[in-house]
């Protein structure tokens, strides 16, 4: 079977017209498989959905309990067939839940890989590579200029600046789902044992990542009673990155303005956000990351979903593999 008779892109997203579904579609359908939670992924509206249990249940906490019709939890590594299609999920080490999808169908076999990462993660499951006849990579950050950090030098930085100003209340943007949780457990790795506050967009995701067994420490509400601020100096607070521009942000004393985001590398976005304290922690692929789990899988092609796609569908044919860019839209960063 030829790919594109497999799986090919439509207006709603990949298409699969053997099993009749489609994969993170950004319209409602009848039958949607999902990669992972993130709201460019994952939307409300199908009438049934397939994903890992992990990953309905932060469709729930998003949507509401009637966010599709039916679903049907999967989990990592077991086979289902859909519709005469066989259909796997594996771990793509993305966020809490996230999976790359395996679609097979006489002997052809596609992995979507929705949106994943290689670097260490205490919050989610490892990303682990799955052969493959075609690989389907985003290229969120696919160009050679990006290669991230270790993000626990980052957190040191983090850390760092607390000591050096004691007085002062540091308050980290992060995406709610994924990021934010990933911040406060690389903190607690890093030895900080203090209460970290969280704006309220935050609190149900964190006690979701928590009753998954994720150590978060002790997290305390960030709020202000009274214009009493002293609570706060020399702590660290964590909201999303909306929070920053309304009067929540504004309560605060003096605070040192951080964001955890790959894209803090570029100085210039750093600057545009009043950013003080950059820190440059992703959940996407760096290029090195991108090359290496191409490199690593060995497909025969590669499919380039959103991002930078023209650069890595390039570096794709110089390695002689043949590769195209898909042209998707409606995928954007928000688990950068």
Not at 152 to 180: D, N
Request: hydrophobic share 40%; charged share 25%; net charge negative.
């Amino acid at each position: 079977m030829r790919p594109e008779k497999l799986l090919f892109p439509t207006p709603e997203g990949l298409y699969c017209p053997a099993g009749a579904f489609h994969v993170d579609p950004v319209r409602p359908v009848d039958r949607a498989l999902i990669t992972h939670g993130h709201s460019d992924h994952a939307r409300s509206g199908h009438r049934a959905v397939l994903a890992t249990r992990q990953t309905l249940d932060i469709m729930k906490l998003r949507y509401g309990e009637d966010f599709c019709e039916s679903e049907q939890a999967v989990d990592l590594g077991s086979e289902l067939d859909v519709g005469g299609v066989a259909v796997s999920f594996h771990p793509a080490g993305h966020v809490l839940g996230s999976a790359q999808i395996a679609i097979e169908k006489e002997g052809m076999r596609i992995v979507v890989s929705g949106d994943y990462k290689r670097s260490a993660d205490p919050t989610c499951t490892p990303y682990e590579p799955v052969a493959c006849d075609v690989f389907i990579t985003e290229a969120t950050f696919g160009l050679p200029v990006f290669h991230h950090p270790d993000p626990r030098a980052e957190i040191g930085k983090l850390i760092t600046s607390l000591k050096q100003f004691p007085e002062r209340s540091h308050l980290v943007g992060a995406y709610a789902l994924g990021k934010a949780q990933r911040v406060i457990a690389l903190l607690r790795q890093a030895g900080y044992g203090e209460p970290i506050y969280i704006h309220g967009a935050l609190a149900k995701l964190c006690d979701y990542y928590r009753s998954q067994g994720i150590d978060l420490g002790e997290l305390r509400p960030a709020t202000v009673e009274r214009g009493n601020q002293d609570e706060f100096r020399g702590a660290v607070i964590v909201g999303p990155p909306s929070a920053f521009a309304d009067r929540w942000a504004r309560r605060f004393s003096d605070p040192v303005a951080s964001f955890a985001s790959g894209w803090m590398m570029v100085r210039q976005r750093a600057k545009q956000r009043g950013v003080e304290l950059p820190l440059v922690i992703s959940d996407h692929c760096d290029w090195p990351e991108l090359t290496q789990t191409i490199r690593e899988i060995a497909p025969e092609q590669v499919w380039v979903t959103h991002g930078r796609e023209e650069a890595l569908v390039r570096w794709c044919e110089l390695q002689g593999i043949a590769a195209r860019p898909l042209h998707l839209v409606g995928y954007e960063d928000e688990g950068d």
